[in-house]
């Protein structure tokens, strides 16, 4: 893999980072604000940014990179798949729980449902969300669906699964923003409390998270090599130059190259970077 200590110095950030802004929403709704409980209060509010925060954010985020890790190259296509979607609907199950607490909240104090941007944005990134996985499934795990069809759909898939991650990122700044200004009466969110600065750290590592998670995901060395590749790969483990401990799947051999950056003029000659027929999707 090329730049791999780049790569390992990222995927350590991005789950620091998501490890860390889990423990900032916990503190948040445990020492500063009602605690957590499912009783229509202000403490059933508290599950929305905990479970926003710990599935709609951290497991989607470790769900785009499953592919990325280097040490599951040599796992199965389907088993990667299987996990790439297990933890995508389990983000789903996450956030649609946080929904209904709002919800819940809401119709139990009596507060108008879906008047500010936040919701009609958060609402809609969920929605989306569902109908992302839901053709997810239907297009990679149906075994019927055509292999032209599959690579076809990949860039619409990877685009939109990276729009839909960065609006949960911006919703989520929203969210806190309001719930600060909504919560915070004495002294006010103006004054800076403690409580304020706290959260706001939340919101930039939550930002912080989507950067890197769409950073890794976006850079085109890092990309699964494709399912022939792998077992040439595994065919040839004697070879030292091509397999440094399992790692190096990315280099270029004669014939074949996965990552497009590098230095392989069959891949140069024979396809485009982007050619969605080159991705390990199909
Ligand atoms: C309300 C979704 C993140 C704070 C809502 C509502 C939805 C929603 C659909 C409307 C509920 C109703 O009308 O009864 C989302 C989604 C998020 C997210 C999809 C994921 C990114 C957050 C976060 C916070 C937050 C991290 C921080 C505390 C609020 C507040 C409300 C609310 C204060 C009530 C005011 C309003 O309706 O705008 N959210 N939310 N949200 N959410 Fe979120
Ligand atoms: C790849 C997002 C659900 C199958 C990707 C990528 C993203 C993404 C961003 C690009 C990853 C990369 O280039 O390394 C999402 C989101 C989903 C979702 C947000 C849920 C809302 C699904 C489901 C399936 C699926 C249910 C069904 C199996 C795939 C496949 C790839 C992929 C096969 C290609 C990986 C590769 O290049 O080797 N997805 N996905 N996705 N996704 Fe999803």
Known sequence: MKNYKQFLFLLVAVV???????????????YFKEGLAWDGG?????????????????IQGIAILVYRLPWTWKCSKLMMKL???GLNILAFVFAAISVVAVFDFHNAADIPNMYSLHSWVGLAAVILYGLQIALGLCVYLVPITP????AAFMPVHVYSGLLIFTSVIA???????????FGLKNP???????????????????????????RIATCPSWKRPSEQLVSSQHNNKGDANRTMGGMALSTCSPTDCY????NCDTRKRNSKPDDPGQRSTV
Not at 42 to 58: D, K
Not at 259 to 262: N, Q, S, T, Y
């Open 188 to 214: 006010k969110y103006k004054d800076s409390p403690p409580e304020a600065t706290f959260v706001n750290v939340l919101g930039v590592l939550i930002m912080l998270f989507g950067a890197l998670v769409v």
């Open 83 to 85: 996990i790439h979607a």
């Open 147 to 150: 292999g032209s069809l599959r």
């Open 42 to 58: 202000p403490a059933e509010f508290n599950w929305h940014p905990v479970l926003i925060v710990t599935g709609f954010v951290f």
């Open 259 to 262: 990552d497009p950056e590098a």
């Open 16 to 30: 620091s980072v998501g490890f860390v802004s889990i423990v900032f929403v916990l503190r948040w709704v445990l």
């Open 171 to 181: 919703t989520a700044l929203m969210g806190i923003t309001e719930k600060l200004i």
